[in-house]
Every structure is written in structure tokens, then in C-alpha cells.
């Protein structure tokens, strides 16, 4: 498998789901919950994330056909989304939507909604899935796009588990440097993604 592409899918897998930016969000759900408590919670949102991403890179392209969408169309609308979610990463709307609703939809235990599902998998990370596996498709490049989600849910969840230190440590502020800096490498990705579009129509060089 081209190393490239490893490197491509992992860091576009991972300013998508944004790791930093979900750790203030966890902290917040599971504010007032022991130690113990927070490990399964984290545990089960991040298995929950994993099962969903997986299903979709298996069978998204499947269902793409079944419709009579191609991939070429699906990158480009897919670079436009990613486009979006750059763009509010950017300018801080993704982070403060993320905390409406997550406190519009609080529950005892947050690990399926909404943390699982919408937070980590969520339409950006499904998309990018799809857009991943399609670039190689196969067992082979399948079990690699898997293998690369996992690395950046293991990710996900080493950050909810030191969620309280890295709070302390990076504040408020650094966070939202964090957020944006992986937002400007999200727009430049997601443009790749309309250009390589683009270029399986013919309309790019």
C-alpha cells in the first residue's frame, strides 16, 4: 500500500473527527462522573464510532451504485462538505454547534448519542470513509482504511482518557489553536478531493 496514502487517510481521517477539539466536549458530558465511569463511556463511544465508520466504508460505495451516484461525483460532493467543515472550523461555528447539541441532547450515559454518533462518526467522517475506500477499493484497501480509523479512534480515545490534564495543560485557548490550524489542512485536503474529482470527469489535467 502507497505510504502516501496511508499518511493522506490518516491525517484527513483525523482533522475531521478532530481529536482535541471532541475533548472539551467529553469532559463536559461526563462532567461529575467517577474515574471508572468515564473510562466506559469512552470506550463504548469510540467502539460504537469504529462499528458505523467500518459499515460505511464496507458498503458506502455499494450504496452509492445502488443509487446511481458515481465516486467522481461523490469526491467532489464530498470535498465540498469536508470544504464546510473546514470553514467552521476556522471560524469556531463547528465547535459551538457541537456544544449545542450536545447539550441539547444530554443523557445519563452519553457514549452511543451523542458522542458516538454524531461527534465522531458524523457526516464528515462518513464521507471520508467512503472517499477512502473508494480510492482503493479491494479487501486489501479496505482492511487498510479500517486499520487507519482505528488508529485515529485509538487516538480519540487516549485524548478522552487524559481528557482532564489536557484541558489543564493546552486551556481553552490552545484548543482553539489547535482546531483551526487542523481546519486550514482540512480546506486544502477537501480541494484535493474536488480536484481529484474533477480529474476522473476530465476536467482537470
Known amino acids: 500500500m502507497d ?5 493522506t487517510a490518516f491525517t484527513t481521517l483525523f482533522v475531521v473527527i478532530d481529536p482535541p477539539g471532541q475533548t472539551p466536549i467529553f469532559m463536559a458530558l461526563t462532567q461529575g462522573m467517577d474515574s471508572r465511569t468515564k473510562r466506559a463511556i469512552a470506550l463504548r463511544a469510540c467502539l460504537t464510532a469504529a462499528a458505523i465508520l467500518a459499515m460505511f466504508a464496507a458498503f458506502g460505495e455499494a450504496v452509492l451504485g445502488f443509487v446511481g451516484i458515481s465516486m467522481p461525483a461523490f469526491r ?29 441532547e444530554e443523557h ?5 448519542f451523542p458522542l458516538g454518533i454524531p461527534l465522531i462518526a458524523g457526516p464528515g467522517s462518513i464521507a471520508t470513509m467512503i472517499l477512502l475506500a473508494g ?16 488508529a485515529v479512534l485509538a487516538v480519540v480515545l487516549f485524548l478522552y482518557l487524559i481528557s482532564g490534564l489536557l484541558g489543564r495543560l493546552l486551556g481553552k485557548t490552545g484548543l ?3 482546531t483551526r490550524l487542523l481546519g486550514m489542512l482540512l ?8 480536484l481529484d474529482g474533477l480529474r476522473a470527469f476530465g476536467f482537470a489535467s
Open 3 to 7: 505510504t502516501a496514502f496511508l499518511i
Open 76 to 104: 467532489v460532493a464530498g470535498g465540498v462538505l469536508l470544504f464546510l467543515t473546514a470553514l467552521d472550523m476556522l471560524f469556531e461555528r463547528r465547535t459551538k454547534r457541537r456544544e449545542d447539541r450536545a447539550e441539547a
Open 108 to 112: 445519563a450515559d452519553p457514549s452511543v
Open 135 to 150: 480510492q482503493h477499493p479491494g479487501a486489501e484497501g479496505l482492511a487498510t482504511v479500517i486499520a487507519v480509523m482505528l
Open 176 to 178: 482553539n489553536v489547535v
Open 187 to 194: 480546506a486544502a485536503l477537501a480541494v484535493q478531493f474536488i
